[in-house]
Nanobody
Framework: QVQLVESGGGLVQAGGSLRLSCAAS????????MGWFRQAPGKEREFVAA????????YYASSVKGRFTASRDDAKNTLYLRMNSLKPEDTAVYYC?????????????????WGQGTQVTVSS
């Protein structure tokens, strides 16, 4: 049974930082490209970042590029998202997802497994 469990969310002031974690189990972690998505209140879920299976390529939405960094530790089966210079518009539930096959990184429908999400709230 595959499980993705996010943690590390919370309340932070604008300009602050958080690091999200996503612990994976029940899958061969290094066979999966891993992604981060988020959903703000009243909005659709959107792509945030992704990291390749070998961890040698990362991809970011333009809204977070230069502020967020995705990384992975295959020895720990864990995905991370370091978020710096947070803005109130970054407030959302953040989800991690795992994708085994196919091209592209931003299409939600191509991901095989999803976590339950962790809330990030950025106050102004």
């Amino acid at each position: 049974q595959v499980q993705l469990v996010e943690s590390g969310g919370g309340l932070v002031q604008a300009g602050g930082s958080l690091r999200l974690s996503c612990a994976a189990s029940g899958l061969t972690f290094n066979n999966y490209l891993m992604g981060w998505f988020r959903q703000a209140p009243g909005k659709e879920r959107e792509f945030v970042a992704a990291i390749s299976r070998r961890g040698d390529s990362t991809y970011y939405a333009s809204s977070v590029k230069g502020r967020f960094t995705a990384s992975r530790d295959d020895a720990k089966n864990t995905l991370y998202l370091r978020m710096n210079s947070l803005k109130p518009e970054d407030t959302a539930v953040y989800y991690c997802a795992a994708k085994q096959r196919g091209q592209g990184v931003a299409g939600q429908e191509s991901y095989d497994y999803w976590g339950q999400g962790t809330q990030v709230t950025v106050s102004s």
